[in-house]
């Protein structure tokens, strides 16, 4: 397997510009975790789903981000539009339950200048 | 705001010594899990113990787990200079409103040298 596939690896962008982050989960795995890594604030939970369903999107800093899993295979987490405090690595993760230990991809550095 | 806060927030040691880290947390957890994170690259889960396990071994990692004190333990043995990461621990916890989540402490950056 694979692993948990993000892209891109590293996006540079304009203040309000729509930016697209893309993850594959591992195959198998059914629930989808979305974090944001900064200095600042470490890792932070965005937004989890569980069998393609949002269960927890309390970490979403506002409504400028949306994330959606249309299937099992595929998920994207969209800023629009996008500001320069959204620059961070951005990581994706998958678990086949909640409780067990979790797969992260390579994660997106976002820069927003 | 995190759940979990480590301490040291950096240890440096030399290759061969032993490295131990402490995470505490706040509420009431299913389990405790540990990740190593090399510099620019993703979260690597190392082990995990659950809530009514008090001790793990897992090759060199040895986790305690003490669920009156809210606090957790990773020892790393015979340390090896691959060992120079950052390391978290996190919290999986019960949601009010159902559901599950896991929440990073804030790390201990560990270097191992020569």
């Known amino acids: 397997d694979a692993g948990v596939i993000q892209s891109p690896r590293h996006e540079v962008t304009e203040m309000g510009q729509e930016v697209t982050l893309r993850c594959k989960p591992i195959?198998?795995?059914?629930?989808l975790f979305w974090y944001r890594q900064t200095m600042m604030r470490g890792l932070e939970l965005l937004i989890y789903?569980?069998?393609?369903?949002?269960?927890?999107d309390s970490g979403m800093p506002e409504d400028r981000f949306s994330a959606k899993m249309p299937n099992a295979s595929f998920s994207t987490l969209k800023i629009q539009p996008s500001e320069p405090r959204d620059s961070a690595v951005y990581f994706c993760?998958?678990?086949?339950?909640?409780?067990?230990?979790?797969?992260f991809g390579s994660g997106t550095r976002l820069t927003v200048v | 705001s995190q759940q979990g806060e480590e301490d040291p927030q950096a240890l440096s040691i030399q290759e061969g010594e032993n490295a131990t880290m402490n995470c505490s947390y706040k509420?009431?957890?299913?389990?405790l899990q540990w990740y190593r994170q090399n510099s620019g690259r993703g979260l690597v889960h190392l082990i995990l113990?659950?809530?009514?396990?008090r001790e793990k071994h897992s090759g060199r990692l040895r986790v305690t787990l003490d669920t009156s004190k809210k606090s957790s333990s990773l020892l790393i043995t015979a340390s090896r200079a691959a060992d120079t990461a950052s390391y978290f621990c996190?919290?999986?916890?019960?949601?009010?409103?159902?559901?599950?989540?896991?929440?990073f402490g804030t790390g201990t950056q560990l270097k191992v040298e020569l």
């Open positions: 996190a919290t999986d916890a019960r949601l009010t409103g159902g559901g599950n989540k896991l929440t």
């Open positions: 509420t009431s957890i299913n389990n």
């Open positions: 113990i659950r809530s009514n396990e």
């Open positions: 993760a998958s678990s086949l339950r909640v409780s067990y230990g979790y797969t």
């Open positions: 195959s198998g795995h059914n629930s």
């Open positions: 789903f569980n069998n393609n369903v949002p269960i927890d």
